[in-house]
């Protein structure tokens, strides 16, 4: 196996299912120290344990992206424990209102949604990029999805609009730093097998078929590593003059 993350300390949120938890693997069998930041204890640090009796290093931070202080403290146990910042995928999220037209949305669901897809990617990187800057450089992406790149046939103008924003601060982040040794990318997945989308699947099972499915060229999900690859690809040095921009690993959906 390549070893691209020797000695290297990343950080990935949202770490404990999903794309974040086989991308905490991934890094981790690649020699990254990997921080895993998520709210769920009893998850984090059976992970922990599992990274570590395959021969890596890993980190839990019980945190939540809604709450600054967690991702301040984050940071800081990540700088405290391993010395130094070199990678970030900033992937916690929440879902939308989906099939929810725009004027019938809830302020309420407004506010969590950009608070925590929004706001904890800023704020994350807002601790992150300071502390790549001391180690002569870095490296992030952030989870933006499809929905990032066009709108919705299902409503979710919250979800929508929230990895929009996404987007927007990925490339202008990436602006600001590019001659500061610090890249930052986007991933942008159309529907990947996690809990979030097999539970959205499991509960609405005729409308996943007819309304999504249909509109994946590949006919099918897609499996969490087809996603993570590309995670890792844009953190490494094979992506060196990569930032400021979007891998979409869709099955083709925003070609069509």
Same mark, same amino acid.
């Given at each position: 196996?390549?070893?691209? @993350?020797?000695?290297? !300390?990343?950080?990935?949120?949202?770490?404990?299912?999903?794309?974040?938890?086989?991308a905490a693997q991934q890094m981790a069998a690649e020699g990254a120290r990997v921080v895993l930041a998520a709210r769920r204890i009893d998850?984090?640090?059976?992970?922990? +344990? +599992?990274?570590?009796?395959?021969?890596?290093?890993?980190? @839990?931070?019980?945190?939540?992206?809604?709450?600054?202080?967690?991702?301040?403290?984050?940071?800081?146990?990540?700088?405290?424990?391993?010395?130094?910042?070199?990678?970030?995928f900033n992937n916690a999220g929440i879902v939308g209102s989906g099939y929810t037209?725009?004027?019938?949305?809830?302020?309420?669901?407004?506010?969590?949604?950009?608070?925590?897809?929004?706001?904890? !990617?800023?704020?994350?990187?807002?601790?992150?990029?300071?502390?790549?800057?001391k180690a002569g450089g870095g490296a992030i992406v952030n989870n933006a999805s499809i929905y990032g790149l066009r709108g919705s046939h299902i409503g979710a103008a919250d979800y929508i609009a929230s990895k929009h924003a996404v987007m927007g601060l990925t490339k202008t982040a990436a602006m600001d730093y590019a001659r500061r040794g610090i890249r930052v990318n986007a991933v942008c997945p159309g529907f990947t097998h996690s809990e979030m989308v097999d539970s959205f699947q499991d509960s609405n099972p005729k409308d996943f078929e007819r309304s999504i499915l249909p509109r994946v060229p590949m006919?099918?999900?897609?499996?969490?590593?087809?996603?993570?690859?590309?995670?890792?690809?844009?953190?490494?040095?094979?992506a060196s003059f990569m930032t400021g921009q979007a891998i979409v690993p869709d099955g083709g959906w925003t070609a069509s």
């Open positions: 196996m390549r070893r691209r @993350f020797e000695g290297k !300390v990343a950080i990935i949120t949202g770490a404990t299912s999903g794309i974040g938890m086989v998850r984090g640090k059976a992970l922990v +344990e +599992e990274i570590k009796a395959a021969g890596g290093d890993a980190l @839990f931070v019980q945190t939540d992206v809604a709450r600054r202080e967690d991702i301040a403290r984050m940071v800081a146990e990540t700088v405290e424990t391993y010395g130094r910042l070199d990678y970030a037209d725009t004027a019938d949305i809830a302020e309420a669901d407004w506010d969590r949604i950009m608070t925590v897809n929004v706001t904890g !990617v800023w704020l994350s990187m807002k601790h992150e990029i300071p502390e790549m800057l006919g099918r999900v897609a499996e969490t590593e087809e996603v993570t690859s590309a995670v890792l690809w844009m953190l490494s040095d094979e």
